[in-house]
């Protein structure tokens, strides 16, 4: 253990301690016994030696006051008057000064004093702390029942806090991911090359730095995280606050300590879509760009690099099929080559489960595709909206073997390529310790803020108090949200009108009906094949239609260009698709329909099943049948 000592000035006394934290890892237990060894190190003779002097100096002088008093001889008053012992002249006498005693080599008053008043600042601050504790818990906020005009108490409880790292790093009082200590959820030590990374592995060479187990990392715990805070708040010299703050990783208590329902670090999340997104899916495409780090030197001659050529051909497959994506699956890709650099974490998203593996085949070695291929496979289970325990385990699976080869492949231990172990890659070993302490990660990353944030940009409309602005029309706009459960409501607001009525030429709609049918229209007559595609349609409705003559069937409709479904989706048709060249193609659909299951069969009996068709839609068609569209 290499330790080094320091000198601290202590009000006036040297105290001399070990800065032990160096490198070496001790348990909290350990460090805390040796913090009070340290700075109680040259005080404990002194404070024995003011003991037994103080019950010697009471013993002497002052029990025999009492008796003095309660003598007939003479009161406290003839005592103090008297010229054989004043008690002024006592305390200025040679033989027991107080000031001379508190000032004596054998023990300083002042200290024991000071330490008395730090006591009860601490027992002042837990007080406060309870008390505010106590208030969180039993306060609520009186709300109003809009339905049932009734109060009542709402109590609401703060379970965790999502947001990006920097962010989350000020929340928690952190030093953040630039030191020695820069995760939240591990005790691991960064490895300081012009910059902190983090990796299990130490560059080969490197002496007195410790190796960790991927799969075993030291976590921090809650418990561990209120003696640092204890300790911080006991130390008294700014050089020992910053060497624990140094060791720890934590600055100082945060103010969501005092939520009962918050613990430290597991309360916190990780946001997959910062993490996972946009930072990994960036990195390790800058790798294969060749990109990645800043020497030039470094990016050559790197197994896993492709050339310009083939990312050309990349960025053209992807531009090409932009029309072609279903606009289900969000918005089309961007020329990945052209484009990656103002990509979005939706964009990046897409790119991982989506576009990568079937882009990437037989242009990456099958050693690093089959690499990406588990990084992929483990975000297809972390955005699944319900996950098991066996889905978990694969996940930490799947993401330890990616954070391994990763290792290997991309750092390799090479002192040179340690910048590639950024922290990023170091939180892939905790996202399944977040999702057990805090759910899914639907549910904490951060693609609702992002949208939050769009819309409240516009209501900010003054320059000089924009944040008082934006307060002042989110709470416009949310007493207009609860206008509908006010009397008044109802004189303001006219009730709805009957629903609009559209010509038939232009918006279909039918009561019995979520969809809706829009313009372009134009009559149509159907040919003998779309009739029997209608019969077969109308037998999962209508009895005994098997026994109908094509012929005696109605053959004209209106044809519609466009649908709007219950979901408000707009799924679009051939027939209107008329700019082949850039309009995307939005008429590419999956449907399950009940067909029959004898429909070609005139004499059995009807038997209807579910059916999945995928196809395209040449277009939507109204059509009457005894007095039914």
Same mark, same amino acid.
């Given at each position: 253990?290499? +330790?080094?000592?320091?000198?601290?000035?202590?009000?006036?006394?040297?105290?001399? #301690?070990?800065?032990?934290?160096?490198?070496?890892?001790?348990?909290?237990?350990? #460090?805390?016994?040796?913090?009070?060894?340290?700075?109680?190190?040259?005080?404990?003779?002194?404070?024995?030696?003011?003991?037994?002097?103080?019950?010697?100096?009471?013993?002497?002088?002052?029990?025999?006051?009492?008796?003095?008093?309660?003598?007939?001889?003479?009161?406290?008053?003839?005592?103090?008057?008297?010229?054989?012992?004043?008690?002024?002249?006592?305390?200025?006498?040679?033989?027991?000064?107080?000031?001379?005693?508190?000032?004596?080599?054998?023990?300083?008053?002042? !200290?024991?004093?000071?330490?008395?008043?730090?006591?009860?600042?601490?027992?002042?601050?837990?007080?406060?702390?309870? +008390? #505010?504790?106590?208030?969180?818990?039993?306060?609520?906020?009186?709300?109003?029942?809009?339905?049932?005009?009734?109060?009542?108490?709402?109590?609401?409880?703060?379970?965790?806090?999502? $947001?990006?790292?920097?962010?989350?790093?000020?929340?928690?009082?952190?030093?953040?991911?630039?030191?020695?200590?820069?995760?939240?959820?591990?005790?691991?030590?960064?490895?300081?090359?012009?910059?902190?990374?983090?990796?299990?592995?130490?560059?080969?060479?490197?002496? *007195?730095?410790?190796?960790?187990?991927?799969?075993?990392?030291?976590?921090?715990?809650?418990?561990?995280?209120?003696?640092?805070?204890?300790?911080?708040?006991?130390?008294?010299?700014?050089?020992?606050?910053?060497?624990?703050?140094?060791?720890? $990783?934590?600055?100082?208590?945060?103010?969501?300590? !005092?939520?009962?329902?918050?613990?430290?670090?597991?309360?916190?999340?990780?946001?997959?879509?910062?993490?996972?997104?946009?930072?990994?899916?960036?990195?390790?495409?800058?790798?294969?760009?060749?990109?990645?780090?800043?020497?030039?030197?470094?990016?050559?001659?790197?197994?896993?690099?492709?050339?310009?050529?083939?990312?050309?051909?990349?960025?053209?497959?992807?531009?090409?099929?932009?029309?072609?994506?279903?606009?289900?699956? $969000?918005?089309?890709?961007?020329?990945?080559?052209?484009?990656?650099?103002?990509?979005?974490?939706?964009?990046?998203?897409?790119?991982?489960?989506?576009?990568?593996?079937?882009?990437?085949?037989?242009?990456?070695?099958?050693?690093?595709?089959?690499?990406?291929?588990?990084?992929?496979?483990?975000?297809?289970?972390?955005?699944?909206?319900?996950?098991?325990?066996?889905?978990?385990?694969?996940?930490?699976?799947?993401?330890? *073997?990616?954070?391994?080869?990763?290792?290997?492949?991309?750092?390799?231990?090479?002192?040179?390529?340690?910048?590639?172990?950024?922290?990023?890659?170091?939180?892939?070993?905790?996202?399944?310790?977040?999702?057990?302490?805090? $759910?899914?990660?639907?549910?904490?990353?951060?693609?609702?803020?992002?949208?939050?944030?769009?819309?409240?940009?516009?209501?900010?409309?003054?320059?000089?108090?924009?944040?008082?602005?934006?307060?002042?029309?989110?709470?416009?706009?949310?007493?207009?949200?609860?206008?509908?459960?006010?009397?008044?409501?109802?004189?303001?607001?006219?009730?709805?009108?009957?629903?609009?009525?559209?010509?038939?030429?232009?918006?279909?709609?039918?009561?019995?009906?979520?969809?809706?049918?829009?313009?372009?229209?134009?009559?149509?007559?159907? +040919?003998?094949?779309?009739?029997?595609?209608?019969?077969?349609?109308?037998?999962?409705?209508?009895?005994?239609?098997?026994?109908?003559?094509?012929?005696?069937?109605?053959?004209?409709?209106?044809?519609?260009?466009?649908?709007?479904?219950?979901?408000?989706?707009?799924?679009?048709?051939?027939?209107?698709?008329?700019?082949?060249?850039?309009?995307?193609?939005?008429?590419?659909?999956?449907?399950?329909?009940?067909? !029959?299951?004898?429909?070609?069969?005139?004499?059995?009996?009807?038997?209807?099943?579910?059916?999945?068709?995928?196809?395209?839609?040449?277009?939507?068609?109204?059509?009457?049948?005894?007095?039914?569209?």
């Amino acid at each position: 253990m290499n +330790s080094q000592s320091i000198e601290v000035s202590d009000r006036g006394d040297n105290i001399q #301690f070990q800065d032990f934290y160096q490198n070496t890892d001790l348990t909290m237990d350990e #460090f805390h016994d040796k913090l009070l060894q340290d700075n109680n190190l040259n005080n404990d003779n002194d404070l024995q030696d003011l003991s037994d002097n103080d019950n010697s100096l009471d013993d002497n002088n002052y029990d025999n006051l009492e008796d003095y008093e309660n003598s007939s001889d003479g009161s406290l008053k003839d005592y103090e008057n008297s010229s054989d012992g004043s008690l002024e002249d006592y305390e200025n006498s040679s033989n027991g000064s107080l000031e001379d005693y508190e000032n004596s080599s054998n023990g300083s008053l002042q !200290d024991d004093y000071y330490m008395q008043e730090l006591d009860q600042e601490y027992n002042n601050y837990d007080a406060q702390e309870t +008390s #505010f504790t106590d208030d969180l818990n039993n306060r609520g906020t009186d709300c109003i029942d809009g339905n049932t005009k009734n109060h009542f108490i709402l109590k609401a409880h703060v379970l965790s806090w999502s $947001g990006d790292t920097p962010g989350l790093t000020k929340l928690m009082c952190f030093t953040g991911h630039n030191s020695y200590k820069g995760c939240r959820y591990c005790n691991i030590k960064g490895i300081c090359v012009k910059h902190v990374y983090f990796s299990t592995i130490p560059p080969i060479g490197s002496n *007195n730095l410790m190796s960790y187990d991927a799969n075993n990392l030291p976590l921090r715990s809650h418990e561990e995280y209120e003696k640092i805070i204890r300790n911080l708040n006991c130390i008294i010299t700014q050089q020992a606050i910053e060497s624990l703050q140094r060791n720890y $990783g934590i600055k100082n208590q945060s103010i969501l300590y !005092d939520l009962p329902s918050i613990k430290f670090p597991s309360s916190f999340a990780l946001d997959i879509m910062h993490l996972m997104f946009e930072n990994v899916a960036k990195y390790m495409v800058k790798h294969w760009f060749g990109v990645f780090f800043k020497n030039v030197g470094e990016n050559s001659n790197k197994p896993y690099i492709l050339n310009k050529t083939i990312w050309t051909e990349i960025g053209n497959l992807m531009h090409t099929a932009r029309k072609m994506i279903p606009s289900y699956l $969000g918005r089309p890709p961007r020329n990945i080559t052209l484009y990656y650099n103002s990509y979005k974490a939706e964009e990046w998203m897409a790119w991982i489960i989506m576009y990568s593996l079937p882009l990437l085949k037989d242009k990456l070695s099958i050693k690093y595709y089959e690499g990406w291929a588990l990084f992929v496979k483990a975000v297809r289970l972390c955005k699944k909206l319900c996950l098991f325990e066996e889905d978990i385990s694969e996940i930490k699976i799947l993401l330890l *073997n990616f954070y391994k080869h990763y290792e290997k492949e991309y750092y390799g231990g090479i002192k040179e390529n340690i910048s590639a172990m950024k922290l990023c890659f170091h939180y892939l070993l905790h996202v399944t310790d977040s999702i057990r302490n805090t $759910g899914p990660c639907w549910a904490t990353w951060q693609f609702p803020m992002e949208r939050i944030c769009g819309m409240l940009i516009p209501l900010a409309k003054s320059r000089l108090h924009p944040y008082k602005n934006i307060i002042n029309n989110v709470y416009l706009m949310e007493l207009f949200n609860h206008l509908p459960y006010h009397e008044i409501y109802q004189h303001v607001f006219l009730s709805k009108s009957s629903p609009k009525q559209y010509a038939q030429h232009l918006i279909y709609t039918d009561e019995y009906y979520f969809e809706e049918f829009y313009f372009p229209t134009k009559k149509h007559i159907l +040919s003998q094949i779309q009739l029997k595609k209608i019969k077969e349609n109308l037998s999962t409705s209508y009895n005994n239609i098997t026994d109908l003559n094509l012929n005696s069937l109605p053959k004209e409709g209106i044809m519609y260009g466009r649908m709007l479904t219950k979901n408000k989706y707009f799924i679009g048709s051939k027939w209107i698709n008329k700019n082949n060249d850039w309009a995307r193609i939005n008429h590419t659909v999956k449907v399950q329909i009940e067909v !029959d299951k004898w429909a070609n069969f005139k004499y059995r009996e009807s038997e209807f099943v579910t059916k999945t068709f995928y196809g395209i839609i040449e277009f939507f068609f109204l059509y009457e049948f005894n007095d039914q569209k």
